[in-house]
């Protein structure tokens, strides 16, 4: 990669660490599944006008808008606003690389080789060290939601792989469409109209600014950038940059939101990015039935096979790879 391709693969990494600090200040003037549904209503709008119809079958762009959004960033959001520090959700949230190698083993047939199963094995005790560090200094409940949320991301990164969008801010753009009314709907129904009223009606400068930065900033700039990057370089070369995230994750949170990180969790965060990168970027068997039809989507033979667990977009679903232009 070329100096400023790696200077724009960490600035993504930045903007995707920095965006739990500012869901944590969003969370501040916004009911959770209100600011949740906010946040995909301002991704749609206006860039569902300037994306093209879309590029897959609604089928998928459904599905996964509501594992994506409604299941895994209402968890989120909700986990968050129960107490789960933001520096520990975004680390906490890689788990969700685990979750994707076993719904892809248990879905589309890809078996783990043994590194990556070991890489499986360090995650998981990463999750569970930062579990002992959180039971003992919050909410462990809310630590329990944002692993939900993870699993749930895992889901939508499966269900992401088997549409193959040959657009990832098309298909992007299109599945912040599907989130807006269920999780306005449910807004109503457990944080109640007088709250979100009350929240809308208080809104200033601030809260609007922490509403397009998750929207804009995050989603819009974040998976442009990220699926420009895999259009030019090889999905392994790409993909690393994504462990970045729980650094500038934790280091934005202890910067900003004073949150401290404990000895314990000092070792969760290397057990976890370490697993997480033994799972992610460990080389896939070729035994499955994408390898021996080229690969999922129909893409041509000649076009390397590649498993679920690969360049993982930190923020929301697995950016399909496409061969790097010559």
């Excluded at 903007?15 to 200040?25: A, K, L, P, Q, R």
């Excluded at 009223?197 to 809260?207: C, T």
Aim: glycine share 12%.
């Amino acid at each position: 990669m070329r100096p400023p391709h790696v200077l724009l693969a960490v600035l993504v990494a930045a903007v995707w660490g920095v965006n739990f600090t500012v869901i944590e200040v969003g969370l501040g003037h916004f009911p959770p599944l209100l600011f949740s549904a906010l946040r995909f209503l301002a991704a749609a709008l206006p860039a569902v006008f300037l994306v093209g119809r879309p590029k897959v079958a609604w089928k998928w762009i459904v599905g996964v808008g509501l594992v994506l959004g409604v299941a895994k960033f209402g968890l989120l959001f909700v986990g968050m606003d129960h107490g789960m520090p933001a520096g520990l959700s975004s680390l906490v949230l890689q788990i969700q690389a685990v979750f994707t190698a076993l719904f892809a083993f248990v879905a589309l047939g890809e078996r783990p080789t043994r590194l990556r199963l070991a890489g499986m094995g360090v995650a998981l005790a990463g999750i569970a060290v930062a579990a002992v560090d959180e039971g003992t200094t919050g909410p462990l409940g809310a630590f329990v939601l944002v692993v939900v949320a993870a699993a749930c991301w895992g889901v939508s990164n499966v269900l992401t792989r088997k549409a193959a969008p040959p657009d990832s801010l098309n298909f992007m753009v299109w599945v912040s469409t599907v989130p807006v009314l269920p999780l306005l709907g449910l807004s109503l129904l457990t944080e109640g109209p007088s709250q979100d009223l009350a929240a809308l009606r208080g809104l200033d400068w601030q809260g609007a600014g922490t509403v397009l930065y998750v929207a804009w900033v995050t989603t819009v700039f974040g998976f442009g950038a990220w699926g420009w990057l895999l259009r030019r370089h090889p999905a392994s070369t790409v993909a690393p940059f994504s462990l970045l995230v729980p650094v500038f994750g934790m280091s934005a949170a202890a910067l900003f939101l004073d949150e401290s990180v404990t000895p314990l969790r000092w070792c969760a965060a290397a057990l976890l990015v370490g697993g997480v990168a033994l799972t992610s970027l460990a080389p896939g068997r070729r035994g499955g039935p994408e390898a021996r039809t080229g690969s999922a989507g129909g893409a041509p033979a000649d076009v390397p096979a590649r498993t679920a667990a690969d360049a993982p977009a930190p923020d929301g679903v697995t950016v399909p790879a496409v061969p790097p232009r010559t």
